[in-house]
């Protein structure tokens, strides 16, 4: 029966990690279904939120939740920018290489500016009631992953929604299709770009957030993030919310499983095991339904 | 006479180091049935991807409703407009009907008149109303052009741009198209029609222009080209051969 609860204990906790890494996947997947840009820089800026959320506790003492607003505000702002600033051609001229590059340049950028700035020391945001835990179901429950699973449900659901239910989400959908055909209608791919880009950078916002509340980082914690975050996408399946979200919940736990049975060293190299495993024989991913190809 | 609603001048376009257009010259009348017909690769669609924005010119000019067009984007050219039906058709197969015909009420111009262009396009096509909420890639090819119309007459337009839009539909498909074009028309709707059904689209054509190698070698009323011995030989007979 311990043995049981345990592994139940194991589950909850790689469904809360997970959840991280799902919506790092949905911005992932949003920023690449209408621009075609592997946004490889998303672990980076996840960690440049958790050093906002550090300096708004540390300096102004202001509470990691209550940083959300500004920060999702900066986030907003920081997505639009970078848009128009760095990708905008590439685009335009669908370049996947051009735009993987200055991915990269932004993530090493980002990378050396957050240890310049905060040191190469780890950081954690630990507020007078980030260790409280709570037992439901004789399992324990640290009530800040809790919060932070909770916020990544909200936030998938914000993005499904606005995405299935408002005119500018349809347009975003459709740019994803086809672009040319999408100007056809009138719709102004730039101005779609960029909100898709806002909403991608926000997703990190939340997601680095909660990294900052659980976990402790440092300036180069967001490449293995990034990386994560596309297994989980691929996983998942590119284009649906949903299944992005699955997708980060699916390697939370192979990773935390992996590391109850095998061994914490083991446990990243069964994560690529099963990527490769799945990308062989589900390349459309595991919710993804069958990708129309288009001529 | 009245300027002409469109009006295309001396228009060179290149794609790259190819000129694919020539001195094209043409013009669209408002409320009739204008036919731009040719052969595979004479230009048609890049002239109708120019005059959408999609490409842009190397030199000439494009006059709608007497205002110079060639310099605009696309989107800002739905909006003054024109709207485009590209060839094989372009839905979102993803979307749904419902939401396709949404995003055909895109511009500011149209959003505001939604409902009221939806129960147009309902009234035109009862079909799509039934399967609103089913998405565009599960429908026929006929009921696929059905919605491309449906979507393009929800930008509220004055002047459609029809692509082939009879290419790879059933004969009796076909005829229904043309029928609906023509219905479009008595609706004050302007029609640019791009075919390669030659005899059906001189038929219904008030005016017809024909585009060889980037060139317009010809022009005239519908129906006299229609009788044209040249034309006949050239693009109809050849037509008829091949089947």
């Known amino acids: ?295 | 006479m009245a300027n002409p609603l469109l009006e295309v001048k001396n228009l060179d376009v290149w794609y790259g180091d190819v000129q694919v257009l020539r001195e094209v010259s043409l013009h669209v009348d408002e409320g009739t049935i204008v036919a731009l017909v040719g052969a595979n690769g004479a230009g048609k669609t890049t002239l109708l991807k120019t005059i959408s924005g999609l490409l842009h010119p190397r030199k000439g000019e494009i006059v709608f409703t007497d205002k110079p067009l060639h310099t605009m984007k696309p989107q800002d050219i739905v909006d003054r407009g024109i709207i485009h039906v590209p060839e094989g058709r372009r839905l979102f197969a993803d979307l749904t009907i419902l939401e396709n015909l949404k995003l055909g009420a895109y511009t500011p111009a149209a959003r505001p008149f939604f409902l009221e262009s939806l129960e147009r396009v309902y009234n035109l096509f009862p079909v799509l109303k039934d399967r609103k909420d089913q998405k565009a890639g599960t429908l026929s090819g006929g009921e696929q052009q059905m919605l491309a119309i449906g979507r393009a007459v929800m930008a509220r337009p004055k002047l459609i741009m029809l692509d082939e839009p009879s290419l790879g539909l059933s004969p009796l498909l076909v005829r229904s198209i043309f029928e609906l074009i023509h219905t479009l028309n008595t609706l004050k709707v302007t029609i640019l029609l791009v075919e390669q059904n030659i005899h059906q689209a001189l038929k219904i054509a008030h005016q017809a222009f024909v585009l060889k190698i980037g060139k317009i070698v010809m022009s005239g009323r519908g129906d006299e080209l229609l009788v044209d011995e040249e034309i006949r030989k050239a693009y109809i007979g050849e037509r008829a051969r091949k089947r």
């Open chain 1, 1 to 295: 029966m311990g043995d049981i609860g345990l592994i139940a204990q194991v589950v909850v906790n790689g469904i809360l990690f997970g959840s991280m890494y799902g919506i790092a996947a949905i911005g992932l997947s949003l920023i690449f279904g209408t621009m075609r840009i592997v946004f490889i820089a998303q672990g980076a800026v996840i960690v440049l939120f958790a050093y906002f959320c550090f300096w708004l506790f540390s300096l102004l003492g202001i509470d990691p939740y209550l940083s959300l607003i500004p920060i999702i505000l900066a986030a907003l702002l920081l997505g639009t920018a970078f848009y128009y600033g760095l990708f905008r051609e590439a685009a335009a001229f669908k370049d996947r290489i051009g735009s993987l590059l200055i991915a990269v340049g932004l993530m090493f950028f980002l990378e050396n500016f957050m240890t310049v700035v905060w040191t190469p020391n780890p950081r954690a945001v630990v507020s007078s009631y980030g260790f409280y835990t709570f037992r439901l179901f004789g399992m324990h429950f640290t009530l800040v992953r809790v919060i932070g699973l909770v916020l990544a449900i909200l936030a998938t659901i914000a993005v499904a929604t606005f995405l299935k239910k408002t005119l500018i989400g349809t347009a975003v959908r459709a740019v994803s299709e086809d672009v040319e055909a999408s100007t056809l209608m009138g719709i102004n791919p730039d101005r779609v770009n960029a909100v898709t880009f806002a909403i991608g950078i926000g997703l990190a916002a939340i997601a680095g957030t909660t990294l900052a509340t659980t976990y402790s980082f440092d300036p180069v914690y967001g490449i293995d993030f990034a990386i994560k975050a596309l297994v989980a996408l691929t996983l998942g399946g590119i284009g649906r919310v949903g299944a992005a979200f699955l997708g980060g919940i699916i390697l939370g736990l192979i990773e935390l499983l992996g590391t109850y049975f095998v061994g914490a060293a083991w446990s990243q190299a069964i994560v690529f095991a099963v990527f490769l495993l799945a990308l062989n024989f589900r390349p459309q991913g595991l919710f993804g339904g069958a990708t129309s190809e288009k001529a």
